[in-house]
Every structure is written in C-alpha cells, then in structure tokens.
C-alpha cells in the first residue's frame, strides 16, 4: 500500500469503540506501527510543516542527543489545569478525567514547581511529537 513515496499501514484491529481514543493509537504508539523505523513524527492537523522533517530530528533530537521532543503547551502548566479545561471544552467526562487524575495524584503527581526544573511545564502541546524508537520511548 503505497501513494508516492507514502507507505500506507492499515490498522484493522483498532481497541477502543471511541473513534477518539483509537487516534491515540498512532499518535503515542508509532513505534509498534512502525518496529523498524529509527524516529517518528506525530502532526496534529493543526500543523502544517514547513520545513525538512529531517532538519527538525537533526536540530531538536540528535543534536541534544535526546529521545523525544515536544513543545511546551501555550497555556496550561499544570496537569489539574488541563484537566478542567479538557472537561470545560466537552472532550472527556467529568467522570473520566477524575478517574484519571485520581490515578496520577495515586502515582505521585505533584503539583508543578519551579522545583521540576529543567521542566517548565507538567502539561506538553501534543500537537508536534519528535521520537527516537528507543526502549526507554518505547516503554
């Protein structure tokens, strides 16, 4: 399956009945759609690139000698910040998200400090993810 240069990668199987959560599939997991690629890129649609994919993973991975690379989110620095907003604009159910924040606070999630440097934020902007197909990306 291919259109151009394009290899197409058909999932059959999807998990999820929520059309939602099995676009998470690719987005968080390309390296078990794609076991033989060295790095990934993930675009929202919101994106458009402009420049060569291969300038990006040079000048933001390789050149730090790091793993994955995503940008800092334009208004949220804390989880919980996220999480009411994410209930606020109908994207999950209040039901849900406190599930789910009550899993993190569980694992240990503390609120964002200053103290977390050299990270300025607990909340990344998803809409552009750089992967090296590493173990520890992979885990």
Known sequence: HKIGLWRIVLVNELPYKESVM??????????????????????????????DPLFILESLLVTHKVNIAMSKHPYNTHTMEEAIFTVRW??????????????????????????????????????????????????
Request: proline share 9%; hydrophobic share 30%; charged share 20%.
């Open 90 to 139: 109908g994207k999950w159910s209040k039901e849900a998200v406190r599930y789910q924040m009550e899993s993190y606070c569980t694992d240990g999630l503390q609120p964002w400090s200053s103290e977390k440097h050299p990270y300025s934020s607990d909340v990344p902007d998803t809409a552009l993810i750089l992967r090296k197909h590493s173990l520890p990306t992979n885990l």
């Open 22 to 51: 099995n676009s998470l599939v690719p987005k968080y997991l390309p390296h078990r759609l794609f076991p033989n690629c060295v790095y990934s890129i993930w675009t929202d649609a919101k994106l458009q690139l402009v420049v």
